[in-house]
C-alpha cells in the first residue's frame, strides 16, 4: 500500500533514501554527465545533504518535505520551499540570484542573473520545488502521480496555489517530465552551478549549465494527472 509521510530525519529512513536519491539522480543524469562525472557523486553525499534537510527541519526552515513508502518500503522524497526572495527582485525583467555551493572542502558562490520572459507574479502563495526523485524501480507505475495527488492538497490546504521549477535543458528526460507533467510553462532562463569534473591534477571544477525555470498551477497538475490516468485507464494501463 503507497503512503506519504512527512520526512522524519531519522537515520533509519535517511540511509535507504540517500540509496534511492543517488540512483534515480543518477538514472536522470547519467545521459549527459560522463562516467567520470558519475563517480563523483557517492551515497555518503546524499546522506550529508539529507542530514543537512533534517538538522534545518528541526529549525523550521524546511517545512515541506515528503517521503513515499510503498508499505514500509521508502521508495521516493519531495522537498519544496517558499521563494528564494532574490527571485522576487525584479528589475526591467532580470532578477540577482546568490547562490552557493560545497566543492572539495570550499564554499563556492556566484551572482547568477535571472532572465524573465514575463511578469512571473510571484505571490506569497508560491512554492518551489526542489526536488522530487523515485526509485528507479518504482517509476512508469504511476507512483509518482500518486505522490503528487497527495502531497498538493496538503499544500492547497495551507493556502498554496503554484510552484516553480528549475530543469536542465540538457536533460531530455527531466525536461520532459517537468514540461509534461508537471505543467510548467516557461517563464525564466538561467544557469546553474551544475555537473562537476576532474580537471588535469585531479581537482573537481564546476560546470556552468543552462537551465529554464518554470511555472505551475497546483490544480493544473492535478488536472493533468486525472487526464493522463483516464488515458492510460481506457488502454487498459495503469502507468503513466
Excluded at 534511492?20 to 547519467?30: D, F, G, T
Excluded at 562516467?35 to 534537510?53: N, V
Excluded at 522524497?77 to 572542502?105: C, F, Q, S
Excluded at 556552468?208 to 488515458?231: C, D, H, M, N, W
Aim: aromatic share 10%; net charge positive; with cysteine.
Amino acid at each position: 500500500m503507497l503512503q506519504v509521510k512527512k520526512f522524519s530525519g531519522s537515520v533509519k529512513e535517511i540511509l535507504p533514501l540517500a540509496d534511492i536519491y543517488m540512483r534515480s539522480y543518477n538514472e536522470l543524469s547519467k545521459q549527459y554527465k560522463s562516467h567520470a562525472e558519475m563517480q563523483l557523486y557517492t551515497k555518503g553525499s546524499f546522506i550529508k545533504k539529507l542530514k543537512t534537510w533534517a538538522e534545518k527541519q528541526k529549525q523550521g526552515d524546511e517545512p515541506f518535505i515528503f517521503v513515499l513508502y510503498d508499505n514500509e518500503k521508502v521508495c521516493g522524497v519531495m522537498r519544496l520551499n517558499k521563494i528564494p526572495e532574490d527571485y522576487k527582485n525584479i528589475n526591467n525583467l532580470e532578477a540577482i540570484e546568490d547562490e552557493h555551493a560545497l566543492l572539495d572542502g570550499w564554499t563556492m558562490s556566484r551572482k547568477r542573473k535571472i532572465k524573465y520572459l514575463k511578469d512571473p507574479q510571484y505571490t506569497e502563495n508560491t512554492l518551489i520545488l526542489n526536488q522530487i526523485y523515485l526509485a528507479p524501480e518504482a517509476q512508469k507505475k504511476g507512483w509518482g502521480s500518486f505522490f503528487m495527488k497527495s502531497v498538493i492538497p496538503t499544500l492547497q490546504k495551507q493556502g498554496f496555489e503554484q510552484f516553480i521549477v528549475e530543469y536542465n535543458d540538457n536533460n531530455t528526460n527531466g525536461k520532459r517530465f517537468h514540461e509534461d507533467v508537471l505543467c510548467a510553462e516557461k517563464i525564466a532562463k538561467t544557469t546553474d552551478f551544475d555537473h562537476i569534473i576532474k580537471d588535469e591534477n585531479g581537482h573537481t571544477e564546476f560546470c556552468i549549465s543552462p537551465v529554464t525555470i518554470g511555472i505551475s498551477k497546483f490544480s493544473k497538475v492535478l488536472q493533468r494527472i486525472e487526464a493522463k490516468e483516464q488515458l492510460f485507464k481506457s488502454r487498459g494501463r495503469t502507468a503513466i
